[in-house]
């Protein structure tokens, strides 16, 4: 099994910048990829950034690209994303997730098309832009 918890949400104004963290821990092998994904009130969960723990290749959807950054501090089991010119519409809650590479691995890259795909996940973090 793997777990995952964040921290960092908050409330910010449109332009700020927030970092999540995700501090993981079980076994490496279950968390090949792990990705950040956000559901806003009233819509459909999505993915916005993923890593490959074992590569540091990372995926951005393309509403954060540019804006967001994801890392991963592998000596401290933790993973951050960095949002940077944060707009109103980014307001959602943020889960990050965790999953063995088998099925979203593709290209050296983890897939955040598919939410069902990963298996593991965090109980999320509120992010709130004002403008």
């Known amino acids: 099994q793997v777990q995952l918890v964040e921290s960092g949400g908050g409330s910010v104004q449109a332009g700020g910048s927030l970092r999540l963290s995700c501090a993981v821990s079980?076994?490496?092998?279950?968390?090949?990829?792990i990705a950040w994904f956000r559901q806003p009130p009233g819509k459909e969960r999505e993915g916005v950034a993923s890593?490959?723990?074992?590569?540091?290749?990372?995926t951005y959807g393309a509403s954060v690209q540019g804006r967001f950054t994801i890392s991963q501090d592998s000596t401290a089991d933790m993973v951050f994303l960095h949002m940077n010119g944060l707009k109103v519409e980014d307001t959602a809650m943020y889960y990050c997730?965790?999953?063995?590479?088998?099925?979203?691995?593709?290209?050296?890259?983890?897939?955040?098309?598919?939410?069902?795909?990963?298996?593991?996940w965090g109980q999320g973090a509120e992010v709130t832009v004002s403008s």
């Open positions: 997730a965790a999953t063995p590479t088998v099925g979203v691995l593709s290209g050296g890259s983890c897939s955040i098309s598919y939410v069902g795909k990963y298996r593991f």
């Open positions: 079980g076994a490496p092998y279950m968390r090949g990829c």
């Open positions: 890593i490959y723990t074992l590569g540091d290749s990372t």
